[in-house]
């Protein structure tokens, strides 16, 4: 995986750009329950009152309030206040807010810097509810708030105005004692008491508590339809990033890939396979772009939900902090269970489905021989074992499966009522607030659900990570054959004498030499032919002119020329070759006679194909040369494929004729009439052609027998069949004694 | 039947949605007939009629008690609330937590009976599934062996081989999963809406409303990515297509310096992938935060609504809670039923192809009195035969013939004479159109098949083996056979002579290609199975064809051994073996046009003439013939 790292470098900016959004994301994704907190602990406990700092207060109440606290306290707080009066100047601008203002003059909050004074509105707040406490007769819910021992407000006595005549000193030693005992209470409870003050003052004022209320509660639901909208904003946005990202990953990869193989030499061919390397250019690479997309926008934002979710839920409550623990701990492990108990029988119920795979694929492709031994049964048993195995197999898997999401539902909702057990006592001691409780239930999921994230990933890496290596192993392959750093030139008037000097070649890995020391030379004007039986090494030999092998010893030379000096494309450039099966590519017949010469004309492709002895099908059909031909050449036989092959070669005109068993799939007449025509039109070209039929090649000016990799035989027919024990099986076997003589 | 017929690549790709966005993209397979074949599922399904329904109630009941959680858990909330307020008021009791404790004991044996119900319904429709698709597998794999080869004529390998796994899978999968889910998820749906309406008419009703808007979303956005993801698939298809032929022509395209055209082909066709790739995988991925940020509109609504009537005392904090739990809850099981909906359209395509496939006609059936305790010799006689693979098109005209026993005979003729055909008719792996063909005086219609081919033995060019070992392949040709014959027929087939050399011998397990035995041993392989058999009549169709020369001679040795004595039917390729022939059948576009022994046709100096002095070559064999 890590290998393909470099793919993302040009990127750099944007994976940046794209974590910083999900921050973004998360931060705003995390917010939503705070809000909501706020709309429970603010907007309805509070009734919308965010401080126990009373926004205006009266000037008698401010009086009695004053009574709780230190002179320099009380001026500290005045310090922040306006008293306005009828005769203010500003007096008409507040009366609508505070109607109160008709009747008595009121203290109205001027400077905001107060809220920062977390000190002064403490003991604004203590204040506040001592003054309640008094003003309700004593009780205030509770009785710690009851009036210090020795002090009895006697029935009916204002006990404000007596508390104006106790001496400061004595006041102020009575509250120190009282906020020993409040201070038990915890700042929570001091703020929610005194902001039920701050209402009843609210009230007294002839404000309208109501909209205060509402509008918190509409405020904050607005806060969270921004937060809803930014978070949605970022994840477009990332999403947006990721898949440009990817998609450029995969392209960028494509094309690398495509470009290697290009240029891969036959043997890099063999070592991967064909079809191996249209998966790795395609498939993998697909795979690789889907786990960029999920790297992006899950791999990336799992940790920062999970560490964000985890602050978030350590700002609302420490102590709880052990409840997610355990859950995160929980899950991990039933996961790890679950995936120990079911992952190796994952792994061997592939293998299962691969045998029942075989074992119906064999009895489909033997269809006539089960039914000529009458083995049905036996074929019907085979694949009953497989499908008992399979079947219990997947049983077991989907049983221990199948118990993931109850108990992953269990647990979590264990955990909620975890958190309620546990928070319930902590409100009960005042140490939390009802809303924060809930939001630390999401909070809870939200971590959890992180971990569950990160955990799917682990499933997924895995099977990119197979793929992102398959892609890597094309890249680094260093192809085998390549351009001289020097290019010679071949001579300008270019013969096409081909020259096989002492060699040999051994494909990689193989511990024997497929060609031992094969000299020969194929001259312009004649015609080489190589036969042999299979394996013997002809096909080979004939692939090492085009360079499709390169010699392991020895040297391979045209015209004198080796052609490991001379670039790949100047060499073919001189060669005809006509591969054993006909390759054809899809477009029409004349497109895949034009890929030898891009420029021919129609009269040259007809004469090509005359010579090919191909006129005669394609003129049958109704589109002549544009007829389409499929992927593949699906739609042409393969007698057919191979006469457009030849004539694509013969319209490249070149010095050098390669065909290997290239006539296999025509039958005789039309085999003798191409072979007969072809000699007649390429002149002074030399031919090389390997065969297997005796009759293909009989007049050839010059005959190779390869036996296991060695020349055992040079020479025409006539003397061949005389001193070429191997020629002479080979004979035996195809020709009539009749013929023979 | 070889490995590369081309029909097996017909197989249509089975898209598994590279752009792996949400199921509505893709996979949209639609069956045929939709509620035929849910009849028949449901049929198949009816045997476990008591499981299942037990099944179903417990997925409800599980879904069920789910449900209850948010709002009891509510009551503890307002429990919770409404104590603190009294608290900070100074009246009442405070928190009441003998109730909190038991509420959440509740709570806690609600859980564990729902994930108990939900983990014994998942058990017990596993068992069912597992039961269900093994029974389709089975079946398949019966009916394969009782259909005509002329079904296989128009079904690749591919096809039933992706019945088997593919189509079987889906609908175990369904049935494990999607279909409790359904259950489940209509129970939750219902289960939340009507617990939403108890909570708040007002604020269910907002919850709903977000339906439509989040569905008419999702739709704006699908249409817009349906044709990126169309494009995306299309030249997905184009670079596999260009890829595949460049690869495949490699050879063609370095000789004739095609690369640099192919890579600018290529990086033509990539760069368009590039542009619908990213496309249709950025609109899917707006999917998610789409319904997301419709989902938190709906959490906001509900938190301002709930907020709101708290205030006003009319629901209580417990049941803001609980309903923004439902929300969340309810819209997922929502997108799940569509989600299932379209799974189940492509299990009900899945499920039609196996029914399909378990509905074909059958052979023929035996006739119901079959002549038995006949003495076989091996005397075969065709008449007036006519035949053709699709009866419009009639191949063989009008052949009669008379074989003795012991008689070696050989058919030749051009590819694609209808040579092999001869030998499918013999064998009865497909019917004649009238005529009639006897065995040792009977029509071998009025044998059982399993008698009739009890008297052949086949060697096949398309050398079948399987993946067993070398001693069991042989043992192949007569499963009851002892030791000792199996002996005698490798030793007879030369196979005894390279066994020998073998790592393991006649324990070398073939691997699954059979790639690991040359050929040639594998044609001795089967040579030996055939001995073993000791067939009556014997045919052999192009045995040696594509072995070399060296080979050839051991086989031609084995080959000789085996036809002493029998009847042998030999579709031809080596001339000795055609000149000894008793009879030659030379057969021209379907018909028997010449017949008689070498010299004779010779001297007629006829169509078999002109063959034979072509050199009598035809190693190109159409590998649809032998099918």
Redesign the interface.
């Known amino acids: 995986m890590l290998k393909l790292i470099g793919y993302l470098k040009p990127y750099t900016v944007f994976i940046l750009v794209a974590i910083a959004l999900l921050f973004v994301q998360a931060l705003s994704e995390l917010a939503l329950p705070d809000y909501m907190s706020r709309i429970v602990n603010v907007g309805i406990q509070q009734a919308g009152i965010e401080d126990a700092l009373p926004q205006a207060i009266s000037q008698e109440t401010f009086d009695h309030v004053s009574l709780f606290m230190s002179r320099e306290n009380k001026e500290a707080i005045l310090g922040y206040y306006e008293l306005i009066t009828k005769d203010s100047s500003n007096y008409q601008d507040y009366l609508k807010s505070y109607p109160a203002l008709e009747t008595e003059p009121v203290y109205v909050l001027v400077n905001d810097d107060i809220g920062k004074n977390e000190e002064l509105k403490l003991t604004f707040g203590k204040a506040l509810m001592a003054y309640s406490g008094i003003k309700s007769g004593g009780a205030l819910g509770n009785e710690n708030f009851a009036p210090p021992s020795g002090f009895t407000i006697p029935e009916g006595a204002d006990p404000f105005k007596m508390m104006q005549l106790i001496p400061e000193s004595v006041r102020l030693q009575m509250l120190t004692e009282m906020d020993k005992m409040v201070d038990v209470l915890g700042e929570s409870m001091i703020k929610q008491s005194s902001v039920l003050v701050v209402k009843e003052e609210y009230q007294k004022l002839g404000m309208d508590t109501d909209r205060i209320q509402s509008r918190y509660v509409f405020r904050t639901g607005l806060m969270m339809v921004l937060m809803a909208l930014l978070s949605t904003a970022a994840t477009i946005l990332v999403a947006f990033i990721a898949s440009k990202i990817a998609a450029a990953v995969a392209r960028n990869l494509r094309k690398d890939v495509f470009t290697k193989i290009e240029n891969f030499s036959n043997v890099e061919f063999a070592k991967f396979s064909t079809a191996s390397l249209i998966t790795r250019t395609t498939n993998d690479i697909t795979q690789i772009q889907l786990v960029i997309v999920m790297i992006i926008r899950m791999v990336f934002y799992a940790p920062i939900m999970g560490v964000g979710g985890v602050i978030r839920a350590l700002e609302k409550s420490v102590s709880m902090s052990w409840i997610i623990g355990l859950a995160v701990i929980i899950l991990l492990g039933m996961i790890g269970i679950v995936f120990a108990i079911a992952l190796p029988k994952f792994k061997k119920i592939q293998k299962l489905i691969d045998r029942l795979n075989l074992v119906t694929r064999e009895n489909l492709s033997g269809l006539m021989v089960v039914r000529a031994f009458n083995t049905q049964k036996f074929e019907e048993k085979r694949f009953r074992e497989a499908n008992e195995d399979v079947t219990k197999t997947n049983l077991f898997v989907n049983r221990v499966m199948v118990s993931m999401m109850p108990i992953m539902m269990l647990v979590m909702n264990g955990i909620v009522l975890l958190i309620v057990w546990v928070g319930a006592k902590q409100i009960a001691e005042s140490s939390l607030q009802v809303g924060d409780m809930m939001a630390y239930i999401q909070y809870a999921m939200q971590i959890i659900i992180s971990f569950l994230m990160l955990t799917m990933i682990f499933i997924f890496i895995p099977r990119a990570s197979v793929s992102a290596n398959r892609v890597h192993e094309v890249l680094k392959v260093d192809p085998e054959i390549t351009d001289p750093d020097n290019p010679k030139q071949f001579p300008k008037d270019f013969k096409g004498e081909v020259e096989f000097r002492n060699v040999c070649y051994r494909f990689p890995g193989a511990e024997e030499n497929i060609l031992n020391h094969i000299s020969f030379t194929a001259k312009p004007g004649e015609t080489t032919a190589i036969i042999g039986s299979t394996g013997s090494g002809k096909s080979t030999l004939l692939n090492m002119i085009p360079r499709f092998y390169d010699v392991c010893d020895g040297q391979v030379l045209l015209d004198g020329v080796d052609i490991r000096a001379v670039k790949q494309h100047d060499l073919r450039d001189h060669i005809g070759y006509v591969p054993q099966k006909g390759v054809l590519f899809s477009g029409t017949i004349e497109s895949n006679l034009k890929y030898a010469d891009d420029d021919a004309t129609l009269e040259e492709i007809k004469k090509a194909a005359e010579i090919a002895q191909a006129t005669e099908f394609i003129e049958t059909k109704e589109e002549k040369y544009q007829t389409p031909i499929s992927q593949g050449g699906i739609n042409v036989s393969g007698g057919q494929k191979q006469r457009l092959s030849i004539a694509r070669a013969l319209l490249k005109r070149p010095e050098i004729f390669l065909f290997d068993d290239s006539f296999s799939a025509l039958d005789f007449k039309t085999d003798a009439a191409l072979r007969r025509k072809l000699k007649q039109e390429t002149g002074d070209s030399t031919l090389i052609i390997v065969g297997q039929r005796i009759a293909t090649i009989k007049n050839a000016e010059q005959i190779l027998v390869l036996d296991e990799g060695k020349l055992v035989g040079k020479g025409r027919h006539d003397e061949l069949m005389k001193s070429c024990q191997t020629y002479q099986e080979i004979a035996r076997s195809q020709l009539s004694e009749e013929e023979l003589s | ?1 070889t ?1 590369d017929n ?1 029909k097996t ?1 017909r197989q249509p790709p089975r898209h598994g949605g ?1 752009g ?1 966005g949400p199921g509505i993209m893709t996979g949209e397979e639609k069956p045929k007939n939709f509620k035929a074949t849910l009849r028949k599922l449901v049929k198949e399904l009816s045997q476990y009629k008591v499981r299942i329904i037990i099944v179903f109630i417990f997925a409800a009941l ?1 879904a069920f008690f ?1 449900i209850l ?1 948010p709002k009891v ?1 509510g009551n ?2 307002t429990e ?2 409404e ?3 009294n ?5 009442g009791e ?2 009441n ?1 003998d109730s ?2 038991q509420t ?1 004991l509740f ?2 044996g609600l ?2 009976s ?3 119900l ?2 014994t319904q ?2 017990i ?3 069912v ?2 039961k269900i ?2 029974r389709l ?2 079946q398949i ?2 009916k ?2 009782n259909l005509p ?1 002329k079904y ?1 004529d128009k079904t690749s ?1 591919g096809e ?2 992706s019945r ?2 593919n189509d079987v899978d889906t609908i ?1 999968r369904t049935l ?1 999963q999607s279909l409790t889910q359904m259950i489940t998820s209509l129970t939750t749906v219902i289960g939340v809406i009507f617990m939403m309406f108890s909570i708040s008419w007002q604020m269910t009703l907002v919850a709903l409303l977000i339906l439509p808007l989040s569905a008419s979303l999702i739709a704006l956005v699908v249409k817009q990515s349906q044709k990126y993801f169309k494009k995306q698939q299309d030249y ?1 298809g184009h ?3 260009h ?17 640099e055209d ?2 600018k082909k ?2 033509g066709i ?2 368009v ?2 542009d619908s ?3 249709s ?2 609109l899917s ?2 999917m ?3 319904m ?2 419709v989902g ?2 709906g ?3 509900i ?2 609504l709930g ?2 009537f ?2 006003k005392r009319i629901i209580t ?1 417990g049941d ?2 609980a309903f ?1 739990q439902y929300v969340r809850q309810f819209t997922q099981p929502v997108a799940q039923i569509a989600n299932i909906m379209n799974i189940f359209q492509q299990t009900a395509a899945a499920a039609e192809r196996v029914f399909e496939f378990l509905e074909e006609d059958e052979e023929i059936a035996e006739t119901p009195n079959p002549v038995k305790n006949v003495e076989h010799n091996g005397n075969v006689e065709f008449k007036h035969v006519q035949f053709g693979y699709d009866p419009e098109k009639i191949i063989i005209k009008d052949f009669s013939c008379k074989v003795n026993k012991g008689h070696n005979i050989a058919i030749v003729g ?2 694609g004479a209808g040579k092999t055909t001869m030998v ?1 008719l013999l ?1 009865r ?1 497909y019917d004649v159109n009238s005529g009639e063909i006897l065995l040792d005086g009977h029509n071998i219609k009025d044998f059982s ?2 008698d009739l ?2 008297n ?3 060697v ?1 060019q398309d050398t ?1 083996l ?2 067993g070992t070398i001693w069991d392949n042989i043992k ?4 009851d056979a002892t030791d000792e014959e199996v002996m005698a027929a490798a030793k007879a087939a030369h196979v005894d002579a390279f066994v020998l050399m073998l790592p393991d011998g006649y324990s070398l397990m073939l691997n ?1 290609e059979t790639t690991n035995v040359s ?1 040639g041993q594998k044609q001795l392989i089967t040579i030996a ?1 055939a001995i073993l ?1 000791d067939p009556k009549v014997l ?1 052999l169709d192009e045995a040696t064809s594509s ?4 080979t ?2 051991q086989i031609q040795k084995a080959m000789t051994n085996l036809m002493k004595n029998r009847t042998s039917f030999v579709i031809a390729h080596r ?1 000795s073996t055609i ?1 000894d022939a008793d009879l030659i059948l030379v057969m021209n576009e379907g018909d028997i046009v010449e017949q008689g022994n070498h010299q004779e046709l010779l001297e007629r100096d006829g169509f078999y003439a002109e063959l034979y002095k ?2 009598f ?4 064999v159409e590998t649809e013939e ?2």
């Open positions: 039947m490995q081309p690549r590279p792996g599980s789910m959680g858990l503890i909330t919770l609330f104590g603190l307020m608290k900070i008021r100074g009246t405070g928190i937590f909190i404790k959440i709570l806690l859980y564990v729902s994930t108990l939900a983990y998942g058990w429709m596993s068992g599934s597992a698709t093994y597998r089975e794999s019966l394969i062996n080869l296989f390998q039933v081989l088997v796994t175990s494990n997905l670079v596999n297509g890829v595949e032929e460049m690869y495949g022509g490699h050879v063609v395209v370095k000789a004739f310096n095609g690369e192919s890579i290529f990086n990539n760069d992938l590039y790739a990213w496309k995988q950025f991925g707006m998610m935060p789409i997301m940020f938190n509109i959490y906001v609504l938190s301002i907020g709101w708290a205030v904090v803001i809670q923004i051009p590819t499918k064998m792996f098949r399993y081919r009890e052949f033995g086949m096949l079948w399987y993946n192949y040709g007569r499963l699954e050929q199975r058999a045919i072995v070399d020369t060296r050839e001679v001339l000149r072509s050199q070559e035809e190693d190109f032998l099918i």
